[in-house]
Structures are given as structure tokens and as C-alpha cells.
T-cell receptor, first 113, second 109 residues
Framework: DAEITQSPRHKITETGRQVTLACHQTWNHNNMFWYRQDLGHGLRLIHYSYGVQDTNKGEVSDGYSVSRSNTEDLPLTLESAASSQTSVYFC????????????FGQGTRLTVV | DAKTTQPNSMESNEEEPVHLPCNHSTISGTDYIHWYRQLPSQGPEYVIHGLTSNVNNRMASLAIAEDRKSSTLILHRATLRDAAVYYCIRRLWGQNFVFGPGTRLSVLP
């Protein structure tokens, strides 16, 4: 069965370190998204991609970057981790058609100390 | 603003129907309405979506107002496993999913 997986599921890192969170989907979807969710809040869009070599900023993109070199993967990089980036990160993918649903990963819980 | 408006929380008794409302008064004619839910410690999962007509699937029904400014997610018989945060989302021409705070549904045994 097709799926979307995130790794690692949990990570603790120190302030100032570079961190990369992986997202891999086997749906062959063009669209991929990264969200963050802070305790007690909804999901906020960080970056998104509509296809290979395409990346776009979301509402909370400062301090994050993504690259899309193939259809299956959209890694999220925190260039210099800050305590304010402690959060749960969710990756999602969908087909391009607005009438189709998105599939979400199980999330990565990141703690910056 | 692409976000929708939902009540912060709702309660239901087990095995009773639940009607979760959503207001999207600024919706355009080509935006789809999607509903997702998030169980504790899990990623969001798809529930249902629609454009103009009412929709049914094995999980729920979606009733969309004739003017499309509001919609209602209907769970026909709530179970304890339906306790979750439910998100109503407009899927815009730009194809993004913009989440609001959602409605936290509690199901009482």
C-alpha cells in the first residue's frame, strides 16, 4: 500500500544546530506540504511544493528551507535550530486536483534545547 | 482570509448523531470544502470533501448550504473513537490546505 512516512519520529537537538526532517511518500503525488503544530493549536503551513524543483513559502517559513529533487521526498531543514521551533511537524501529500484529499504522516516531535 | 470559522468545542453522547458546523462566508465558486480530523497524538486524517452537493461516505455526511457560505459535517452515530479535533478547510485555487483551530469533539459514554 502507498504511504507517507516521516523520520525521525522524535528528535532532540541543541540551539544553533542544523536539523533535517525527512518526508517520503509513495503515492506519486505532485503536491507535498510541511506543517508545524504547537501545543493546543492548529496546523500552520511552513513550505509546500507542487512538483520537482518547485518550492514555495508558507505562512511560517522563516528559519526553514526545503528542496524537491524527486517526486517522493521533501526534506525540511532548520538552518539554525531555535527553541521557538520546538513543535510537532507534519508532512502531507496530495494530487494536484483540488477535489482530492491529502494524506498526512504521523509527525515528528522536535525539541530544541 | 482563507480560514474558516468553527466552534471551539462540542460534546455529544455516544451513539447519537453529531452536527459539526463550519462557516466559510468568503468562499469562492471553485473552492472545495474539506474536512479532516486529528485523533490524539496522530496526524490529520481525511474525512470527506465536497463542492456544491451534499456528500456521503462510510465515515460521515457533508451538507453544504445552497449559498455555500456554510457547511455541516454529520457523524450519524458518534462513537468514543470519534473524539478528535475536526478541521473544516477551504481548498483554494492555489491548492493549499489552510487549517484553523478546529472543533474539539468530546464523546460521552
Amino acid at each position: 500500500d502507498a504511504e507517507i512516512t516521516q523520520s525521525p519520529r522524535h528528535k532532540i537537538t541543541e540551539t544553533g544546530r542544523q536539523v533535517t526532517l525527512a518526508c517520503h511518500q509513495t503515492w506519486n503525488h505532485n503536491n507535498m506540504f510541511w506543517y508545524r503544530q504547537d501545543l493546543g493549536h492548529g496546523l500552520r503551513l511552513i513550505h509546500y511544493s507542487y512538483g520537482v524543483q518547485d518550492t514555495n513559502k508558507g505562512e511560517v517559513s522563516d528559519g526553514y528551507s526545503v528542496s524537491r529533487s524527486n517526486t517522493e521526498d521533501l526534506p525540511l531543514t532548520l538552518e539554525s535550530a531555535a527553541s521557538s521551533q520546538t513543535s510537532v511537524y507534519f508532512c502531507a501529500s496530495s494530487e494536484s486536483n483540488r477535489a482530492t484529499e491529502a494524506f498526512f504522516g504521523q509527525g515528528t516531535r522536535l525539541t530544541v534545547v | 482570509d482563507a480560514k474558516t470559522t468553527q466552534p471551539n468545542s462540542m460534546e455529544s453522547n455516544e451513539e447519537e448523531p453529531v452536527h459539526l458546523p463550519c462557516n466559510h462566508s468568503t468562499i469562492s465558486g471553485t473552492d472545495y470544502i474539506h474536512w479532516y480530523r486529528q485523533l490524539p497524538s496522530q496526524g490529520p486524517e481525511y474525512v470527506i470533501h465536497g463542492l456544491t452537493s451534499n456528500v456521503n461516505n462510510r465515515m460521515a455526511s457533508l451538507a453544504i448550504a445552497e449559498d455555500r457560505k456554510s457547511s455541516t459535517l454529520i457523524l450519524h452515530r458518534a462513537t468514543l473513537r470519534d473524539a478528535a479535533v475536526y478541521y473544516c478547510i477551504r481548498r483554494l485555487w492555489g491548492q493549499n490546505f489552510v487549517f484553523g483551530p478546529g472543533t474539539r469533539l468530546s464523546v460521552l459514554p
